[in-house]
């Protein structure tokens, strides 16, 4: 099984600041099958990013991914006050499995 | 508009079971791989389950044995059966849709809860 590591647990930033999210996966993610979704407390998670820069349907611009192998980022360029939450990253490739999350907090 | 409606959660004893079921609309739902994920109050996602559109399934160590996903096509909808349920299994299940041919899940439901107790 593949183990997402994401870091750091917990990101302390005010809006207008860049977000870099680290997703460290224990053996290489084939074909950059990793994902990056956003969770809000009481809903479901939300599609962000695929195939590891792919932004999916209705993402800002402002959100970006990137990495291969086994080391991924996902950066936020500016930060508004509706992405203060918590994110997660996916891998596919194998099985799948999920980082333990990131939450990201105002500071 | 594309939408996933969970629904079959609630209390049940430890050995018990339970069948939740997901309901699925606007979209052609024989046409896409469907999964379960769940996730424990204040904890993170794991995946509990998958159905291809042929119908193969796929299961995390962790239920395998227990659970059995399925589908019915006719009727737009994605069921998980759970057997021998246990304290652990307590979570809030989501059903979602992956999106081809990237294999992400782009649209998940609104989950339902599932509460193992005595």
């Known amino acids: 099984e593949i183990v997402l590591t994401q870091s750091p647990g917990t990101l302390s930033l005010s809006p207008g600041e860049r977000a870099t999210l680290s997703c460290r996966a224990s053996?290489?993610?084939?074909?950059?099958?990793l994902a990056w979704y956003q969770q809000k407390p009481g809903q479901a998670p939300r599609l962000l990013i695929y195939?590891?820069?792919s932004r999916a349907t209705g993402i800002p611009d402002r959100f970006s991914g990137s990495g291969s192998g086994t080391d991924f980022t996902l950066t936020i360029s500016r930060l508004e006050p509706e992405d203060f939450a918590v994110y997660y990253c996916?891998?596919?490739?194998?099985?799948?499995?999920f980082g333990q999350g990131t939450k990201l907090e105002i500071k | 508009e594309v939408q996933l409606v969970e629904s079959g959660g609630g209390l049940v004893q430890p050995g018990g079971s339970l069948r939740l079921s997901c309901a699925a609309s606007g979209f052609t739902f024989s046409s896409y791989d469907m999964h379960w994920v769940r996730q424990a109050t204040g904890k993170g996602l794991e995946w509990v389950s998958a159905?291809?559109?042929?119908?193969?399934?796929y299961y995390p160590g962790s239920v395998k044995g227990r659970f059995t996903i399925s589908r019915e096509n006719a009727k737009n909808s994605l069921y998980l059966q759970m057997n021998s349920l246990r304290a652990g299994d307590t979570a809030v299940y989501y059903c979602a849709r992956v999106i081809m041919p990237t294999g992400a899940f782009d649209i998940w439901g609104q989950g339902t809860m599932v509460t193992v107790s005595s």
């Open positions: 195939g590891a820069s």
């Open positions: 159905i291809g559109t042929a119908g193969d399934t």
């Open positions: 053996q290489s993610v084939s074909s950059s099958y």
């Open positions: 996916q891998q596919y490739g194998s099985s799948r499995t």
